[in-house]
């Protein structure tokens, strides 16, 4: 049985978009604060930490996780990816942001990382999504600038363009 | 908004983390999705000298069909049960009540016998396990027991279970032939706790009704069939008797409200898809 004492830092290494990381982190230490403190990856935004607002979701293994409801711990030996990942080189947007900018999905900017997390994993399991079923999705996060409608606009037309670019 | 400073175990079996239980009783906490625990230990409403993470352990990930009920493991999702093909068929009252449970992006990590384990009083799958007369699997080093939920879950937050006991599985029973089953709840929004949440099972002969939100835990009141002209009468006498309490969402009268109102929709409901 792993056992890593309290009050005590621990090494931790997992893969971070694709790349191996490493740091140290007592036991109560959430991945969140890790990822922007001990490593730097201020994309990874912190809100509410109770698990509400969702702007510090990330993918754990694949899956979506609350990176505010995880502890640095959890995610040793495994892979992280965060909004980071997404697009295919620095500097460089995918289709699903590049949308985002163009229907107007954003405006500060504070809620964006989580969403965009949120809206790759869900197209991945939803690859012909409702309009019901994006918001109800989008439930999960809080934008108090925009609004949802632009977002909305944003997944439904990546869901059609990736729909129609793949051969049935 | 940090946790206080604790001990990580993270077992690699069954065993283990029952024997870690065993030595730690009140001083450790079993997480699994980490869903409720976390919020409360970031909020230090909680705190553990030693925290036990199950959310690794394969052997706790499954739901197994047995011949009238289904088991659900400790580490399994609430987005795995709700995935699985046969939800609907099997066990109609939980793929209508499972997608108000938090949301898509929380029911990936969010394990049914967590929410279970946690017991509050508005959660959707303490109410259905409940108003299905389903049970709870409790393990320790010692021994292992099954609880009916009515058994385990005593009070808001509060169960039966020993400090050294595990919740490792719970067992939902499946659809009764000719039984219809419904659920309906009031949120603020989507995916927030409900204000009332409402559960029924209704074949020929009885009508159930499970009532969540309200009391300090779930809540169920049996009848033998009701005529359409009573159902408002029995629902009035149960709201009363459950009281409700004011707090910051809603006042008490108000969730007696949300109980005949509710309660009737889903004992109708229920009603037209028995048989």
Redesign the interface.
Known sequence: MLELRAGERHQITFTLDGAEVRGFAEPRMLLSDFLRYELGRTEVHVGCEQGVCGTCTILLDGKLARSCLTFAVQASGRSVETVRGLSPADGKLNDLQESFRRHHGLQCGYCTPGILVSSEAFLRDNAKPSERAVREMLSGHLCRCTGYAGMVDAILETATKRASSTPA | ????????????NLQ?ALQ?LHRMRDDARIMAG??SL??MM??RLLET?Y?I?I?GLASLAYIREASAEIEIGAAETQ?NVLAWPKLAKSLPLLSLAM?HI?????R??GTVCGSIAHADPSSELPLCLATLGGSVVLQSARARRVLVAEEFQIGMLATARQPDEMVTAVRFPTRKPGAGYAFAEMAQ???DFAVCAVAAVVSETAVRLGVGGVAEKPTLRDWPALADGEIDDALNDFAWELGGSDDIHANAGYRRDLVRKLGRRVIEEAKKCSN
């Open positions: 908004m940090k946790p206080k400073s604790f001990t990580y175990l993270r077992p690699d283990e870690a980490g869903l976390v919020p970031n909020f000298k925290l993470d959310s987005a997608p938090g949301h898509f992006q929380t990936s990590r929004r989507h995916g």
